[in-house]
């Protein structure tokens, strides 16, 4: 088990594409970190340069505090699962978890050993002797998984190893791995562009763009105090709703109408006014409601879910999300007032896009 | 417009009684057809009809008649026969080996040359498309002796003595080999390379992270995965070299599978006596041989790199 630190690190491809921005990072031991963003953000980059895979162009690397910049991936002692599994179709199970000990130096019953309590713990002591073609996507992960255990390495790197599995496999497999995070107690480095996966996951979530680093923190902190528009609208489901409005004497004005919201001091007079579907209700029986941030919208559609419903409304040219209590079904067309309570909101500066503080 | 939908043209009546699955059906040997009947009538006819031939002493002039096995017994007794079997054979156990082991370590290496990888890809290539005989003559013309032979030329300006290459009765078979290996290489590279790209880059690298150097990798991994095309390249350059025929008779044109019959390959030795002795019989009888060659060369190694489940 190790730390893993990152100074400054950056990767540069051919001529000057830079895929990952002198980036920091300090990675405890034993902590789960969830690297999330969308496709080209330079996570897996990233997680490629710690795993040895990739060549760094700038900064250091440390994992338990020794400098690994020029080091094999085998140096490294870490283990990496891959989206696609790697796991070898010509060999069986007991030979791909195996593979993990090739360069050990244990005696053959000492592997052996290995193995057989790694698939004790994964649920795959029945299929031991089975090709991999003749296993499900879920058990082919486990397979990898197995392979990166018998080693005992310092730290596991996770390359979006769920985007391969169905919807089900996937919620299932997603908590096997937290439980085996807290059994085995090692660092884990987890790639996905998945934000459930980041949040469900994650001791600390690192939410990356463009090869930058925007924010780093715990599931709940992301949730709650997003740094910016993008982290605002990339954590959490579905998305914040971002209304756009203009600062006025009083409050803001939306769409034309003024809107009392208490404001901060500071920023630009352009905002967007985030809040949350969840916290966005349509509720006749609460109308009225003295001090709340009220907005009307004509209903849009309606996605009912059972517990609650998902009202899609439009505000002006905006859409706009929000979410009606249990069985109350807004008509599509008919005009709705959704509020939040004050302290829900968050505001953000329309032109640097940055959160300004809570109200 | 009522009328036609209740009472469709009567043709059309069997055509919809079919299911899906059996229209399908009629629609594939509808297109098969043309082809089996071409194979029927081109191939298959003829060869069985070649293995009639061989039990007769048909040979142009007068009607076949049954002579029974009197054409293999001559075949066995024929001292020149074994000398082509040999040399078949030379081609086959030489050729192939060499051949594979030589494109392979060249896919192997070019797959991961990004430098004119298109161009030197090509370069190997192009003699896959050359023509056999102007390739063959290309080559005949870098063995001959000083001045004109490009090789002799060279070995003499490093001052080794010249070499008689097609001249020679042990240098002759090896010479043409290697314009044959050189003919099929391109093929075999190509073919090769598909098989390494299609190996996932992950399975590498997750053999890396595991600590496995270049060697064991190949071996492991590389060369398992490979299997299918390594058979498929086995098979198909097996019986390329048992039918080699183009390279050996234009190298040799003075003296077809010569010099004194040491460089003469089955299929030469068919057609010679097929259409210069005009014993169709014999000759059917030597294709005979030669088809069981192939055959049994060829259930061998589908045998020996069959998959072990």
């Known amino acids: 088990m190790a730390t893993i630190t990152l100074e400054g690190l950056s990767k540069v491809y051919g001529k000057g594409v830079k895929a990952v921005r002198e980036i920091d990072l300090d990675i405890a031991d034993g902590e789960f970190v969830v690297l999330v963003g969308p496709s080209g953000c330079g996570k897996s980059t990233t997680l490629r340069m710690i795993a040895g895979l990739e060549e760094i162009s700038g900064g250091t690397l440390k994992i338990g505090g020794r400098v690994v910049n020029m080091q094999d991936p085998k140096q490294r002692n870490i283990a990496m699962v891959f989206q696609n599994y790697a796991i070898y179709p010509h060999m069986t199970v007991r030979q791909n978890i195996g593979f993990g000990l090739y360069t050990s130096k244990l005696d053959k019953a000492q592997k052996n050993q290995r193995i057989d309590a790694a698939a004790e713990t994964l649920g795959l002591t029945p299929y031991l002797e089975r090709r991999p073609a003749a296993l499900s996507g879920g058990q082919r992960q486990r397979v990898a998984i197995g392979r990166a255990m018998v080693r005992d390495p310092v730290a596991f790197l996770f390359d979006e190893p769920l985007s391969n599995l169905d919807a089900q496999l996937r919620a299932q497999m997603r908590i096997e791995i937290k439980r085996l995070h807290q059994r085995l107690g090692t660092t884990i480095v987890y790639v996905t562009h998945d934000q459930v996966e980041a949040m469900t996951l994650a001791d600390r979530i690192v939410v990356m763009r463009d090869g930058d680093i925007l924010q780093v923190g715990s599931p709940t902190e992301l949730y709650e105090n997003p740094v910016d528009i993008f982290t605002a609208r990339f954590i959490g489901s579905p998305a914040m709703n971002l209304l756009p409005a203009t600062r006025t004497a009083g409050g803001v004005t939306i ?5 009392q919201v208490a404001l901060p001091a500071g920023g630009g007079d352009k905002l967007l006014i985030g809040v949350r579907p969840h916290e ?10 003295p001090g709340a941030f009220a907005v009307e919208g004509v209903v849009d559609a309606v996605e009912p879910l059972g517990p609650e419903t998902l009202v899609h409304i439009k505000v002006g040219a905006t859409e706009a999300i929000a979410t009606a209590p249990g069985r109350v079904v807004p008509a599509v067309g008919q005009t709705v007032t959704a509020m939040a309570q004050p302290g ?8 640097t896009e940055k959160a300004l503080p809570r109200p | 417009m009522a009328d036609t939908t209740a009472d469709p043209a009567p043709k059309g009546r069997i055509w919809d009684k079919l299911t899906i699955g059996q229209k399908r059906v009629v629609w594939a040997w509808v297109f098969l057809a043309i082809p089996i009947v071409f194979f029927v009538v081109i191939r298959f006819y003829p060869t069985f009809w070649a293995f009639w031939l061989s039990l007769t002493n048909w040979d142009l002039m007068r009607p076949a008649r049954f002579i029974g096995l009197a054409n293999y017994q001559r075949l066995l007794n024929d001292p020149a026969f074994w000398q082509v079997f040999r040399n078949t054979f030379a081609y086959l156990i030489i050729g192939t080996p ?6 392979f370590v060249i896919a192997y290496y070019l797959d991961r040359v ?3 990888h298109g161009f030197i890809r090509a370069l190997y290539f192009v003699p896959f498309l050359t023509t056999a005989a102007a390739m063959a003559w290309v080559w005949r013309w870098f063995y001959q002796p000083v001045p004109i032979g490009v090789l002799n030329n060279i070995l ?13 009765i042990e240098q002759g078979l090896p010479s043409i080999m290697v314009t044959a290996i050189w003919a099929g290489l391109g093929f075999q590279i190509i073919i090769f390379m598909a098989g390494l790209r299609a190996i996932p880059q992950t399975y590498y690298e997750a053999a890396r992270i595991d600590g496995l150097g270049e060697w064991p990798i190949l071996r492991k991994i590389t060369l398992p995965l490979l299997k299918p095309t390594t058979v498929f390249l086995v098979v198909f350059s097996s019986i390329g070299f048992l039918r080699i025929f ?8 003075n003296d077809p599978g010569g010099p ?23 000759a059917a009888a030597q294709t005979v041989v030669l088809f069981t060659i192939l055959l049994i060369v060829s259930l061998l190694q589908l045998w020996v790199l069959r998959e072990r489940k």
Request: proline fraction near 5%.
């Open chain 2, 246 to 253: 183009d390279q050996v008779y234009n190298m040799t044109t």
């Open chain 2, 114 to 116: 990004r430098f004119m």
């Open chain 2, 260 to 282: 004194l019959n040491t460089t003469k390959p089955l299929v030469l030795m068919i057609y010679q006596t097929a259409f210069q002795s005009y014993a169709m019989g014999y």
């Open chain 2, 156 to 168: 003499a300006s490093i001052g080794l003595p010249a070499q008689p290459f097609l001249r020679s």
């Open chain 1, 280 to 289: 966005f209700v349509v509720d006749p029986s609460r109308a009225g409601q």
């Open chain 1, 255 to 259: 769409d034309g109408t003024s809107v």
């Open chain 2, 98 to 103: 060499i051949s594979l082991l030589l494109s």
């Open chain 1, 344 to 351: 829900s909101l968050h505001l953000f500066d329309a032109k």
